[in-house]
């Protein structure tokens, strides 16, 4: 059976009613990712939100009488909702009550594969349940309390609940813990490498890009969230210049704190990335609004100073105005489509000026014996040229920055070099 769902908004003093409509149109997106059909949306405007009901006690008697002339089955907000206001409404209305939080831990936990997607969105989940436990069963005890059975025994099975969800989130915070370490070893691994994450709102193309420039063959499904996991590839730019793309989960608007929280270890690709290409549809009406979410989420997790490139996608789908605007408002970026694999170039060329920045070019002169550095040099860095001059050979190459600090501390002073503009 499809669930048939109510949607609500509510619209205060300090957002708009346009904003509002957008959200609920996302909202819906979601809904529907998760097989349920949207059969009415509601926008509520309140001066202040209620602490009881969220909404207010008379717009919930007017939700009441939808729920049986529509068939509807659950009520949805695009608000998060205390587990008071859940239980409240709840109770009130006799039906489901979900928030915004609870639909993206829901589709996640639909699309999760991977052990460590599993792992992490189990712990998300749980996270979000633990508050909203003991007003489930306080509810419950009423309904027990009136035909004899008294508190404490409820009580004691709050207890144990609480008690068993607790153990089950330590238990999965160790696990996590433990793929992380194969995590690290893995990105040691590739530590001379420079590293470009794909980030974006969910569905701007991301998979579908990463796939275009590095022939990988990513799950793209026009489809919320349908990446959880981070896939790493190697790709040229051009023969001398190989870099480490990954592609990664995609944020939204009101992302869950307990997911970007759980989601760490799979968003450390992005922590530890040289550069960030910022994705956005261009196609989308809201394709500002979703890059500033994607700088907000950046922001909590602390990652705003990385190096970046804009990307709008899905230029086959926007019109003159859409690209006029983006072009005065981010003068920088690129405009691309991956699916149809158009100025795709540009954005190689984009890439390549941005290691060029973090690179250091030099002139060195070695006696032939210093066969360790040599080796060394020839491992890590890109030789440009190399000639032989009695017991010398004379090495131009170029490198990341922060592989020449390193190499620099391990020359003798006999050492000649020269650094190039
Ligand atoms: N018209 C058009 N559609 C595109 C283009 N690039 C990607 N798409 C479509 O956009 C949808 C989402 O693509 P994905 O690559 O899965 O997007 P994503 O950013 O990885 O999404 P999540 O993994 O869900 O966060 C798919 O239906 C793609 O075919 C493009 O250049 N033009
Ligand atoms: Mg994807």
Known sequence: MIERVLLIGVVTPLIDKDDIEEHLDELALLVTTLGKKVVEKLIVTRKKIDSGTFIGKGKVEEIEKLIEPLDIHAVIFDDDLSASQTATLNKRLDIEIFDRSRVILDIFADHARSREAKTQVELARLEYMLPRLKRLWTHLERQTGGIGIRGGMGETQIEVDRRIVRTKI?????????????????????????????????????????????????????????????????????????????????????????????????????????????????????????????????????????????????????????????????????????????????????ILDKIKSHEVHVKMNLPLQ????????????????????????????????NIWSRLKNKFSDKIEYEIIE
């Open 170 to 350: 330590l238990k999965l915070k160790k696990d996590l813990r433990i793929i992380e370490k194969e995590r690290i070893t893995q990105s040691k691994r590739r530590d001379n490498i420079f590293k470009v994450a794909l980030i974006g709102y969910t569905n701007a193309g991301k998979s579908t890009l990463m796939n275009a420039l590095t022939e990988a063959d990513v799950l793209v499904q026009n489809k919320l969230f349908a990446t959880l996991d981070t896939t790493v590839r190697k790709f040229f730019l051009d023969k001398n210049h190989l870099v480490l793309l990954s592609d990664t989960v995609g944020f939204i608007r009101k992302l869950p704190h307990d997911l970007v929280a759980s989601f760490q270890s799979t968003l450390n690709e992005v922590k530890e990335a040289d550069l960030i290409i910022k994705v956005a549809d261009i196609g989308s009406p809201h394709c500002f609004h979703q890059l500033e979410t994607v700088d907000e989420v950046l922001k909590e997790m602390n990652i705003s100073d990385t190096d970046s490139i804009i990307v709008f996608n899905k230029i086959d789908t926007m019109d003159d105005v859409m690209l006029k605007h983006a072009q005065s408002k981010y003068p920088d970026s690129i405009f691309l489509s991956a699916k149809n694999k158009l100025r795709l170039s540009e954005l190689n060329k984009s």
């Open 370 to 401: 210093s066969v360790k550095i040599i080796a060394e040099l020839r491992n890590q860095a890109i030789i440009l040229t190399e000639n032989y001059e009695g017991n010398n050979i004379l090495l131009e190459f170029s490198c990341h920055k």
